[in-house]
């Protein structure tokens, strides 16, 4: 039942607020203060690192939290798309959890990869929205999403219900590992609860979502472009896009554009900045220049402070709430899916059944 939408998309999207609402109030304590995660827990203070690993929109949710991980908690994480990770043969040693994170939970690229750290890793971790799935069942921790049935083909909810959730995580690693205190760890979780409404608020970029898409449609190729946890989103953008759209789109670390991939811009190649007023912003206002320099049309994803930093010069602008750096990778995903969906839209496209893709992929 697509509830009055035009597209289970649509429904997914706009249904991130209530879902997430949900999933927070499963995990952060009526008061607040405490996250309660499901038994057996993990003692984070035996922790030495983390190999996270999974496919496709769940990978790029754990480049994100890599960012967490290591930032907030002091933990070193390494990240791998579950195809290759395997064949590696990676040395697991003592210390190591693992968490594997897939929406379906049956994706058998990730399953394999799970099956290979059994026995070795610490303790096995999964992220999933598929309670009853082969890789909640086959780990010691399974921790749900709660995103509910995700229909269509491009993942967007679950996307968003797994950063949550690793942001939980995260914040509850740092805790006990005493690199944030009982405060700190008070004010994250209230930031966290006040998400729904903020991704409420954002939702209302859709009408100039929808006016830049229509020129969006018209282009062959689109760069992404992203610095620290924005990084990820930058790929996701370009994954959503390239799904549903069939424009091509790539995307790169910010300060990777000038190492080659700034000799595709002309001004037939929007290019995408996906950028709060945060720590990094200045670096990519500089990045952006080089672009526009060479006659490049950026439409820029950033809060008013950010807009009014980069000055004149953009293309176009898509105005986002503010938001704690710590979160905007969740509230981010918002622009990535809206710009992807009504470009599919504006191009006629079939957007819950794009030609060549499955939505669960038991196949290696
Ligand atoms: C992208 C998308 C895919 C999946 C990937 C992993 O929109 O849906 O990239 O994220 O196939 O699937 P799960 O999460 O089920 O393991």
Request: proline share 5%; hydrophobic share 45%.
């Given at each position: 039942?697509k509830?009055?939408y035009k597209h289970f998309m649509a429904k997914e999207i706009a249904e991130q ?38 496919c496709g929109t769940a990978f790029y ?42 929406q379906s ?45 995700e229909i269509g083909v491009a993942s967007t909810k679950a996307f968003t ?42 939702l209302?970029i859709e009408?100039?979502t929808q006016e830049v898409s229509r020129k969006l449609a018209e282009t062959r190729d689109i760069l992404f ?8 989103l930058a790929l996701e953008g370009a994954l959503k896009l390239k799904e549903i759209s069939y424009i091509h789109a790539e995307a ?18 929007p290019?995408i900045?996906m ?24 439409l820029?994803v ?30 981010y995903a918002v622009p990535a899916q809206l710009l992807a969906y009504h470009t599919a839209v504006a191009k006629g496209t079939d957007v819950d059944q794009p030609r060549n893709l499955a939505k669960s992929v038991?196949?290696?």
């Amino acid at each position: 039942d697509k509830a009055g939408y035009k597209h289970f998309m649509a429904k997914e999207i706009a249904e991130q607020p209530t879902v997430l609402q949900g999933a927070l109030a499963h995990y952060i304590n009526a008061d607040a203060t405490g996250i309660t995660l499901p038994e057996p827990g993990l003692d984070f203070t035996q922790v030495e690192r983390m190999t996270m690993v999974a496919c496709g929109t769940a990978f790029y949710a754990c480049l994100v939290a890599k960012y967490w991980f290591e930032q907030i908690a002091g933990i070193p994480v390494e990240v791998d798309v579950a195809s290759e990770f395997r064949y590696r043969e990676p040395p697991v040693t003592p210390g190591t959890v693992a968490l594997f994170v897939s929406q379906s939970g049956e994706t058998a690229d990730t399953l394999a990869a799970l099956r290979y750290m059994e026995g070795k890793a610490d303790k096995i971790v999964s992220v999933v929205n598929v309670p009853e799935s082969s890789i909640a069942r086959e780990s010691d921790l399974p921790l749900p999403i709660l995103a509910g049935t995700e229909i269509g083909v491009a993942s967007t909810k679950a996307f968003t219900c797994q950063l949550t959730t690793m942001a939980i995580l995260a914040l509850q690693a740092a805790h006990v590992r005493g690199r944030i205190d009982d405060q700190e760890l008070a004010d994250k979780l209230s930031n966290l609860r006040a998400l729904p409404g903020v991704l409420n608020l954002a939702l209302g970029i859709e009408g100039k979502t929808q006016e830049v898409s229509r020129k969006l449609a018209e282009t062959r190729d689109i760069l992404f472009l992203g610095r620290g946890a924005m990084y990820p989103l930058a790929l996701e953008g370009a994954l959503k896009l390239k799904e549903i759209s069939y424009i091509h789109a790539e995307a790169y670390a910010s300060g990777e554009l000038k190492h080659g991939p700034i000799a595709l811009v002309d001004k037939h190649v929007p290019v995408i900045v996906m950028a709060p007023r945060d720590a990094l912003f200045d670096k990519t206002v500089s990045n952006m220049q080089e672009v526009m320099a060479r006659g490049g049309k950026v439409l820029l994803v950033t809060d008013r402070e950010g807009a009014k930093t980069a000055g004149d010069g953009v293309w176009d602008t898509i105005l986002m709430p503010e938001i704690d750096p710590f979160l905007a990778p969740i509230l981010y995903a918002v622009p990535a899916q809206l710009l992807a969906y009504h470009t599919a839209v504006a191009k006629g496209t079939d957007v819950d059944q794009p030609r060549n893709l499955a939505k669960s992929v038991t196949v290696e």
